[in-house]
């Protein structure tokens, strides 16, 4: 097995289509890893993700900021420190608190993931 060892901060972010302030950087690739890729999303201050589903499965770490954070039918705020399980196919969006941006760790499962945004 090789290994890879990046900065994160040579990573280039893209912004997002869906949603208002929403960039990702891809930390590992799914062709650079064998099960997961692993992403980061910021979402700046004033952004949000809309509602939307997946069709895998999203373990998300939160780095930084705080958001309103709809999964289901629950919402709750989510901020640094927190660890989220989104199982595929369920809804869930973001939303932004406060004036900074909310960044978090988002790995899914290596295939193909097909996204639907709800409104």
Do not use: W
């Not at 900065?7 to 289509?17: H, L, M, P, V, Y």
């Not at 939160?62 to 289901?72: F, M, N, P």
């Not at 660890?83 to 960044?103: C, M, Q, V, W």
Request: aromatic residues 8%; hydrophobic residues 40%.
């Amino acid at each position: 097995m090789m290994y890879l060892h990046k900065q994160i901060d040579s990573i280039k972010a893209t912004e997002q289509k869906a949603g208002k302030g929403v960039s990702m950087k891809m930390l590992l690739s799914a062709e650079e890893s064998p099960n997961f890729a692993m992403r980061n999303f910021i979402i700046d201050a004033g952004g949000y993700m809309p509602l939307h589903t997946n069709s895998v499965e999203h373990e998300q770490y939160v780095l930084s900021g705080c958001a309103i954070v709809q999964v289901g039918e629950k919402t709750f705020e989510a901020n640094a420190g927190d660890i989220l399980l989104i199982p595929a196919g369920i809804s869930h969006s973001y939303k932004t608190l406060g004036e900074n941006p909310y960044s978090f760790l988002c790995l899914v499962p290596k295939g193909e993931d097909c996204i639907t945004i709800i409104d």
